[in-house]
């Protein structure tokens, strides 16, 4: 299974960081992660490469606070949908598919960003390395935590199905495989859990 992901370090976030974050993860998302650079970041964010440098210490440190926070705003949105599915495992898991669908709409055009900084970042050396698999681990974990209420002798197969049915999800949606790819995954989910 490899190694436990370790806690990225994280910076103190200065209105000049903050937008120079929100610029990077425009370009980040928009472009991908090697196509962008320290320059350009600078001068979207209308800021000097030196801030960055100061700010930062490294283009790597602002790849892992953009995937880190978007990984924040994704846990919180999905709190909410969860929240508002009440205590049924059933209904959480199946709010799952529908928090992904919500976001992907509104959110991911182009797919899950951590899929798509994986295939930037495959080196686990990479310090924003831990922050992708981390997020990945986190929602097997979640999938496993509804499980075990749901079926609790079979819980590790069901929660690698289900993560198996968000995940192919993500992907084909990002590549606009077909439309709607969240619902598709929601309705294969919504059999499967009976």
Same mark, same amino acid.
């Given at each position: 299974?490899?190694?436990?992901?370790?806690?990225?370090?994280?910076? @103190?976030?200065?209105?000049?960081?903050?937008?120079?974050?929100?610029?990077?993860?425009?370009?980040?998302?928009?472009?991908?992660? #090697?196509? @962008?650079?320290?320059?350009?970041?600078?001068?979207?964010?209308?800021? !000097? *490469? *030196?801030?960055?440098?100061?700010?930062?210490?490294?283009?790597?440190?602002?790849?892992?606070?953009?995937?880190?926070?978007?990984?924040?705003?994704?846990?919180?949105?999905?709190?909410? #949908?969860?929240?508002?599915?009440?205590?049924?495992?059933?209904?959480?898991?199946?709010?799952?598919?529908?928090?992904?669908?919500?976001?992907?709409?509104?959110?991911?055009? *182009?797919?899950?960003?951590? @899929?798509?900084?994986?295939?930037?970042?495959?080196?686990?050396? #990479?310090?924003?390395?831990?922050?992708?698999?981390?997020? *990945?681990?986190?929602?097997?974990?979640?999938? !496993?935590?509804?499980?075990?209420?749901?079926?609790?002798?079979?819980?590790?197969?069901?929660?690698? !199905?289900?993560?198996?049915?968000?995940?192919?999800?993500?992907?084909?949606?990002?590549?606009?495989?077909?439309?709607?790819?969240?619902?598709?995954?929601?309705?294969?989910?919504?059999?499967?859990?009976?």
């Amino acid at each position: 299974m490899g190694t436990p992901a370790q806690t990225p370090h994280r910076i @103190v976030m200065t209105p000049a960081a903050r937008r120079a974050l929100d610029a990077a993860a425009r370009l980040f998302y928009e472009r991908g992660i #090697h196509a @962008v650079g320290v320059d350009l970041i600078a001068a979207e964010a209308g800021v !000097t *490469k *030196k801030t960055l440098y100061d700010r930062f210490g490294s283009k790597e440190q602002i790849v892992v606070e953009y995937l880190a926070d978007r990984d924040e705003r994704w846990r919180a949105f999905l709190a909410e #949908h969860l929240d508002a599915a009440g205590p049924d495992p059933r209904a959480r898991a199946l709010a799952v598919f529908d928090a992904t669908g919500a976001w992907a709409a509104d959110l991911s055009p *182009k797919g899950c960003s951590m @899929v798509n900084a994986h295939a930037e970042i495959s080196d686990p050396a #990479h310090p924003a390395h831990p922050v992708i698999t981390g997020q *990945k681990r986190w929602m097997l974990d979640l999938f !496993t935590r509804l499980a075990e209420d749901i079926v609790p002798d079979r819980a590790g197969e069901l929660a690698r !199905t289900l993560m198996l049915l968000h995940e192919g999800a993500l992907v084909a949606h990002g590549l606009g495989i077909f439309p709607d790819a969240a619902a598709s995954a929601r309705e294969q989910a919504r059999a499967l859990l009976g």
